[in-house]
């Protein structure tokens, strides 16, 4: 009861880890299904607003995970080239000491 009540208290009363994130994140898209079923049967209205604010959240973490991939992969190749340039400079100063 207290969940719907007061949904921030009780979330913040929750002390959420990363695994009851992703718990909750499931609970969501189950949810999600149920109501998509539900609206499939013929009743629309509030269960087909529902699903729309679902998949706009949906789409819209895909999309943010999408553009952290990116600057992930972006960043790491940086990093690689940054560090493929390194060895090449030591290598370069270490064949000089040689001679």
Do not use: C, H
């Not at 609970?27 to 998509?36: D, I, P, S």
């Not at 499939?40 to 706009?56: C, N, Q, T, Y």
């Not at 553009?67 to 190749?77: E, I």
């Not at 990093?79 to 290598?91: E, H």
């Amino acid at each position: 009861p207290a969940m719907f009540l007061a949904p921030g208290k009780w979330l913040r009363a929750q002390k959420m880890t990363p695994k009851r994130w992703a718990l909750a994140a499931l609970a969501v898209l189950a949810l999600a299904a149920v109501l998509q079923r539900v609206a499939l049967l013929g009743l629309v209205g509030l269960e087909r607003l529902i699903i729309g604010v679902l998949i706009s959240a949906e789409n819209a973490i895909f999309a943010g995970l999408t553009s952290v991939a990116r600057v992930a992969g972006l960043a790491g190749a940086l990093v690689a080239l940054a560090y493929v340039s390194y060895l090449f400079i030591v290598a370069e100063d270490t064949s000089k000491k040689d001679k």
